[in-house]
């Protein structure tokens, strides 16, 4: 397993916002969380890129536990975060941005490869490659956060919703890039509020609610139950 | 007073300021954290410059080696000094998620530390000292005499402006310092690691306050504990003034606090001088009134998560 996280749970102050998480992400698979505002998708991806510190549990990544190491060691071993919302460095250019983002990988000079898939997926991104990113629009600051997380050149991605907000022209492209990036053998961890998109491309699906993993499975097996929607909105699972 | 005299005098204190508006914001900008033992780093430089002694009369030490050699062992004292403070005093905080309140009153324990590790060896007692002698003479400029001390300020500030500004853009570690002071945690997840980029920027920090001790002595040629308390509330008015989380601001503002305490000296009447500092700080409360924000900051800056 390249991710492995076992009964994690996360505090803000005394409040429980993830209870008892267990999961697990294999090397080359794309797993996707759903579940409603406030279920813990965030929270749980954040304590796995060591931003939050778990109140309990274990999180294991490629077999070494990972709890207590910094975002910036996290991010050395090979855990790249695009978080919920983007959080490019809107003051700096995207030329700056994809600098701080190849640091990891010995500066943005030797990742040639890399940069040029980035252009070739995203020549928006070449086109306003000295413009302020905090001028690009939502589509193109996704763009760029992906960007920034590929330069990083990780072994698992984990994308905090990459479709909220965005027009569906950049949704497409965005999962677009996703399906190359698992063909080119990268990890993926995805968050969603949108199943359809998330059953599409995922090969596993675990669904959030309130802190804890109310259902999980095979992509194609959850799409085919009738009471998904009825447990996304909260509901309990059918026996 | 002459007008190209009263400019001088404005710009050169106004960029004495703004130096310190740029230490104190360079950490502010990453740690959230007010450092004032800014300004004791400044005293401790030019404490440096003489003989430790309790005697009233100290004799020059580093003051007396040549030029180059006294500008870069100054500097380079007040750098490891300012990196030391944050190794020892600073980070075992940050490592706890100490919240910035605890921090600055880390700082005031490292500022009257400072001070008093001073106090102790060389006694309350000001002290005079002379180093760069060449700066004491004047000038002239379109036939006003100045004091070259102060043209020489302007200059310097000047360059190490430029030279900051082409460090932040150009080269990955300040823009890796940029990437801090908007967002810090998102630049630990990409990568950047916190401990290297906050001991740089201290170690810069640090530069800019032994430049600063040279400076100030050349122009005032006196030493006193407490000559940096001053210099830091003034920076870190500068710092406020300007929008805090915004270098450019940050020196903005500095050379602005500079700028209007000069006017302020030369323009009020005479009977109401002794209370410049009184006009001057009911500037600033005006000015946060007007734009709480700071004056130049941008509507992006400031916030944080």
């Not at chain 1, 983002?101 to 040639?112: E, P, T, V, W």
């Amino acid at each position: 397993m390249l991710l492995e996280v076992n009964n994690l749970e996360v505090r803000y102050g005394t409040v429980p916002a993830v209870r008892d998480i267990s999961f697990e992400v294999a090397e080359g698979e794309i797993v996707c969380f759903i579940g409603a505002n406030g279920a813990g998708k965030s929270t749980t991806m954040l304590a796995i890129a060591g931003v939050l510190h778990p109140h309990r549990g274990d999180i294991r990544f490629g077999s070494r536990s990972i709890v207590g190491l910094t975002p910036e060691d996290i991010a050395a071993l090979g855990v790249g975060l695009v978080p919920e919302g983007r959080r490019i460095f809107g003051r700096m250019t995207v030329r700056e941005n994809l600098v701080v983002a190849s640091g990891l990988r010995g500066g943005i000079a030797g990742q040639k490869q890399t940069l040029d898939l980035i252009f070739d997926l995203f020549p928006i991104l070449r086109e306003r490659f000295d413009s302020k990113a905090g001028n690009l629009s939502g589509g193109e600051q996704q763009q760029l956060a992906i960007a920034r997380a590929m330069l990083m050149r990780p072994r698992l991605m984990i994308v905090d919703e990459p479709s909220l907000g965005l027009a569906p022209k950049f949704v497409d492209l965005v999962y677009k890039t996703f399906a190359r990036l698992r063909d080119s053998g990268l990890t993926l961890l995805l968050v969603e509020q949108s199943m359809r998109r998330a059953l599409s491309l995922a090969n596993r699906v675990y669904l959030l609610q309130s802190g804890v993993i109310a259902l999980h499975g095979q992509s194609a097996e959850l799409a085919s139950r009738g009471d998904l929607e009825h447990i996304y909105f909260g509901g309990a699972a059918a026996p | 007073m002459n007008a190209i005299q009263l400019v001088v005098d404005a710009l050169s204190l106004g960029s004495q300021y703004a130096l310190v508006s740029l230490g104190i914001g360079l950490i502010f900008g990453i740690m959230r954290m007010i450092n004032f033992a800014h300004g004791d780093l400044i005293m401790l430089g030019a404490y440096a410059l003489v003989v430790p002694t309790a005697a009233d009369v100290a004799p020059p030490l580093v003051g007396e080696w040549p030029a180059a050699a006294m500008i870069l062992t100054i500097i380079a004292l007040v750098a490891a000094t300012a990196v030391l403070t944050e190794r020892f005093a600073f980070r075992p905080l940050r490592r706890r998620d100490a919240d910035g309140a605890t921090l600055l009153i880390s700082s005031f324990a490292v500022s009257y530390l400072l001070q008093s590790v001073v106090l102790f060896v060389h006694t309350g007692r000001p002290k005079s000292v002379s180093i760069l002698a060449d700066l004491a003479q004047q000038m002239q400029i379109a036939g006003v005499r100045v004091a070259l001390v102060d043209v020489v300020t302007i200059g310097v500030t000047a360059l190490l402006l430029i030279a900051m500004m082409l460090f932040l853009r150009r080269v990955r570690w300040g823009i890796e310092i940029r990437a801090a002071t908007e967002d810090f945690t998102m630049a630990r997840i990409l990568g950047v690691r916190a401990d290297a980029v906050i001991a740089l920027a201290f170690a810069i920090s640090g530069g800019l306050a032994g430049i600063l001790s040279l400076l100030f002595v050349a122009k005032t040629g006196v030493l006193d504990f407490r000559m940096g308390v001053p210099l830091a509330i003034a920076g870190f008015v500068g710092t406020v003034i300007g929008g805090m989380g915004s270098l450019f601001g940050a020196v903005l503002g500095g050379l602005f606090l500079g700028v209007a305490s000069s006017l302020l000296q030369a323009l009020l009447p005479e009977v109401l001088r002794p209370g410049r500092d009184a006009f001057l700080y009911g500037l600033v409360i005006f000015v946060l009134l007007v734009r709480p924000q700071g004056l130049f900051a941008r509507r992006d800056t400031g916030e944080r998560t």
